[in-house]
């Protein structure tokens, strides 16, 4: 069984920087595409930011230019680094692994809470 492992999260105030690390158990990170999804308090959880197989990103809308995210494929670790912070930031964020055609998989971290304050 694949496990995801979130670290990272924790308080900081709007303006500053929180890196979040997630380490897979296996080497699943460099099979497929993996993501960055979070989810607010009476929200949808969204997606953050994704790298597929082939390393294309994409972002959403409202992080563009603030997230980055990455991989290491040899460590099987990912991160995402957040820089100038929002309050609407607030949310916990799950770290994601998923693809395979003729056996898909997607799995998912236990989250981490991530809170800007204003």
């Known amino acids: 069984q694949v496990q995801l492992v979130e670290s990272g999260g924790g308080l900081v105030q709007a303006g500053g920087s929180l890196r979040l690390s997630c380490a897979a158990s296996t080497n699943i990170f460099s099979i497929g595409a993996v993501a960055w999804y979070r989810q607010a308090p009476g929200k949808q959880r969204e997606l953050v930011a994704r790298i597929a197989s082939g390393g294309t990103t994409i972002y959403a809308d409202s992080v563009k230019g603030r997230f980055t995210i990455s991989r290491d494929n040899a460590k099987n670790t990912m991160s995402l680094q957040m820089n100038s912070l929002k309050p609407e930031d607030t949310a916990v964020y799950y770290c994601?692994?998923?693809?395979?055609?003729?056996?898909?998989?997607?799995?998912w971290g236990q989250g981490t809470q991530v809170t800007v304050s204003s």
């Open positions: 994601n692994a998923h693809g395979g055609s003729a056996y898909p998989y997607d799995y």
